[in-house]
């Protein structure tokens, strides 16, 4: 048998169950991050039970509570030490149950099947029992939706309580939309490469394709697919004629308005997709340098760059810290994409609402006011620095900007122009999630004066 059969025929044998399980695991007991633990778990699977896996522990990451909530009322005692995974396996089981299409009977099946994968045979009898029961309770449950008004409300929204009680306090008339928008399954949207093709010719090949749109926003040119689709099917995606990257993100490059001649600073650049669309958008800046701290996201910032055919210099440096790597050159447009809470993108990582900690709020502010102290002397008097987060707080956003232009006398704040805004006062745009069925996102545009 050659080794490609082999590993084949090990893929086969691997029960989805059990690895969703040991995934969630990793997240929630174990502080990993999804985006880097489950493709490492899709790597064990076949290439059609990958979708399956992503469903299964995005989902309950995303129900975490819920689901929790619906395991604790049928167990005398939760799993605990050695026994805990499975705790994470009843979960996937109920998940299942709740929101998939999987026949119950298929699905506790399944899960039941995963406690050998699991080496522990003795908790068969367990998950078999827990799971029927839930199916037994879930069609006498007519009066679930009477019952989840009165649940706690990490409960009923499925976010932590200090998360809930931040959004509360900030959007008072918008925090239930904000959390619902939070367990919606994100859209897809494409980014078209204005070297190869103009937004409106690329529709034309979407649809020549038979992949249909929803929307393309009127700003930004982004296209929002109706579907999510495999890559692959998009036209020219290897050619680098399109890239995936949301509507909101896709502002930056039109909200830095970069001109020819332009010596351009991504600050904290990783992934790319901003820096690229920079090039794409504007081939002929006269530079443009891609920081960030971690050499390794670097490297996937070389691959957009790669594919699309762009040119940038990328340099592992620590934007908190610029006598370290800065060589006295000033830029002329610099994109701040600030580390952040990424309260904002929760609906695409939903494993964030449990790796975020309400005491990391504090030390992110502090981390962003450093890292804008420290940018600001690397920009030209006359230039332009964008500022950006994937958060929905105000201590990131706009109030950190106030505190910023009240401590330097030569920041001025310039109108962004979007649609509706036509109060000059506001500090910043903030975007909020499922607005325009994009992420949550806020940008502040700033003006270095001469004084």
């Known amino acids: 048998m050659t080794t490609q059969a082999l590993q084949g025929s090990k893929q086969k044998s691997v029960n989805i169950r059990a690895i969703a399980a040991k995934c969630c695991y990793s997240v929630i007991e174990q502080g990993r991050s999804l985006g880097d633990e489950l493709p490492k778990q899709q ?7 990958k979708g399956l896996l992503q469903e299964v522990c995005y989902g309950v990451l995303r129900y975490l509570p819920e689901l929790e909530h619906d395991v604790r009322g049928l167990m005398q005692k939760p ?42 045979r003795h908790m068969k ?52 939309q904000i ?34 749109i929803n929307s393309v926003d009127s700003l930004s040119q982004a296209i929002e697919l109706t579907r999510p689709t495999d890559v692959s099917k998009l036209p020219g995606f290897e050619q680098g004629w399109v890239s995936i990257q949301d509507g909101a993100a896709q502002q930056a490059s039109r909200l830095l308005d970069c001109k020819g001649g332009d010596n351009v600073l991504d600050c904290c650049a990783a992934p790319g997709g901003k820096t690229c669309h920079i090039l794409e958008q504007t081939p002929n800046i006269a530079s443009m340098t891609a920081i960030d701290i971690e050499a390794s996201r670097l490297v996937r910032v070389e691959e957009n760059l790669a594919r699309l055919g762009l040119t940038a210099k990328v340099v592992t440096a620590d934007a908190a810290n610029a006598k370290t790597w800065w060589q006295g050159q000033q830029f002329d447009r610099i994109l701040l994409d600030a580390p952040c809470s990424g309260t904002g993108v929760i609906r695409r990582h939903p494993d964030i609402k449990w790796l975020r900690k309400a005491s990391d709020i504090d030390a992110l502010v502090i981390l962003q006011q450093q890292i804008l102290k420290e940018t600001w002397p690397l920009l030209k008097p006359g230039g332009t620095l964008l ?19 009240e401590s330097n006398a030569d920041a001025k704040l310039l109108h962004i122009d979007y649609e509706n805004n036509t109060n000059k006062e506001t500090i910043g745009w903030q975007l909020l999630p499922g607005e325009k069925n994009m992420d949550g996102f806020y940008y502040a545009k700033l003006l270095k004066i001469k004084i």
Request: net charge positive; glycine share 2%.
């Open 43 to 49: 790597e064990k699977v076949a290439v059609k039970d």
């Open 179 to 212: 959390l619902n928008a939070n367990q919606q399954k994100p859209p897809m949207w494409l980014r078209v490469n204005q070297q190869h093709h103009s937004s409106v010719n690329y529709q034309k090949l979407l649809a020549a394709a038979d992949i249909s």
């Open 387 to 405: 500022y950006a987060t994937c958060s929905i707080l105000p201590q990131e956003n706009n109030e950190q900007i106030k505190y910023f232009i």
């Open 79 to 120: 799993l605990t030490g050695k026994q805990r995974v499975f705790h994470f396996l009843l979960l996937v089981g109920v998940y299942q149950i709740k929101y998939m299409r999987i026949p119950d009977h298929a699905a506790v099946s399944e899960t039941v099947a995963a406690t050998s994968t699991l080496k522990n």
């Open 125 to 176: 009898a367990l998950i078999n029992g827990v799971l029927r029961n839930f199916v037994r309770a879930s069609e006498k449950a007519i009066e679930a939706d009477s019952q989840a008004s009165i649940l706690p409300a990490p409960i009923q929204y499925n976010h932590p309580s200090w998360f809930i009680k931040k959004v509360q306090q900030s959007y008072p008339d918008k925090w239930k």
